[in-house]
T-cell receptor
Framework: ETGVTQTPRHLVMGMTNKKSLKCEQHLGHNAMYWYKQSAKKPLELMFVYSLEERVENNSVPSRFSPECPNSSHLFLHLHTLQPEDSALYLC???????????????FGEGSWLTVV | AQSVSQHNHHVILSEAASLELGCNYSYGGTVNLFWYVQYPGQHLQLLLKYFSGDPLVKGIKGFEAEFIKSKFSFNLRKPSVQWSDTAEYFCAVGQAGTALIFGKGTTLSVSS
């Protein structure tokens, strides 16, 4: 148990579907993240939220749309994805968004997404 | 652009062998350095981290890493691996005001 819970754990969707990934953190952290983990590639930072405000967006296609309604919840809305978007999507949280104090990032178990 | 390089993609060792996984980064200035581990079927978890002080950092399960500023390196070591160390290992680097950047990961397979 990491304190960061992701649902669903597995998702298969067609290219025309709309779906959402959900993340909840029980650690009282102020920052939340979405990362994409693909085979043989580095973990890619997608979005960073600090106190519900997006502070970083690493040129992610608009077919991925994040939402952070409060500091404990983070969503990733998915629409008209491509097969190359199939990957493990990891949610994470930390006390603060930056690395000024070397604060640790805590990861969820991830949501396996397959786009067919 | 800032980057993190892990040179070993897949390492295969026998139990009791010594381990060293390389990590180099291309940042200038003050950095915070991390090693995360992902055991099969489990979430990513912190193994150890460095952000100041003694450059030799000890983590969980007998792992340690040494920060060598002049070489921009933060290599992970363990004197004697066990079968249960089979996992994927990620080096990550961050600076104040930015989120962590991860390397591609190194898969460690330990045979008993």
């Amino acid at each position: 148990e990491t304190g960061v819970t992701q649902t669903p754990r597995h998702l298969v969707m067609g290219m025309t579907n709309k779906k959402s990934l959900k993340c909840e953190q029980h650690l009282g952290h102020n920052a939340m993240y979405w990362y994409k983990q693909s085979a043989k590639k580095p973990l890619e930072l997608m979005f960073v939220y600090s106190l519900e405000e997006r502070v970083e967006n690493n040129s992610v296609p608009s077919r991925f749309s994040p939402e952070c309604p409060n500091s404990s919840h983070l969503f990733l809305h998915l629409h008209t994805l491509q097969p190359e978007d199939s990957a493990l999507y990891l949610c994470a949280s930390s006390q603060d968004p930056g690395q000024a104090s070397g604060n640790t990032i805590y990861f969820g178990e991830g949501s396996w997404l397959t786009v067919v | 652009a800032q980057s993190v390089s892990q040179h070993n993609h897949h390492v295969i060792l026998s139990e009791a062998a010594s381990l060293e996984l390389g990590c180099n980064y291309s940042y200038g200035g003050t950095v915070n350095l991390f090693w995360y581990v992902q055991y099969p079927g489990q979430h990513l978890q912190l193994l150890l981290k460095y952000f100041s002080g003694d450059p030799l950092v000890k983590g969980i399960k007998g792992f340690e890493a040494e920060f060598i500023k002049s070489k921009f390196s933060f290599n992970l070591r363990k004197p004697s691996v066990q079968w249960s160390d089979t996992a994927e290992y990620f080096c990550a680097v961050g600076q104040a005001g930015t989120a962590l950047i991860f390397g591609k990961g190194t898969t460690l397979s330990v045979s008993s």
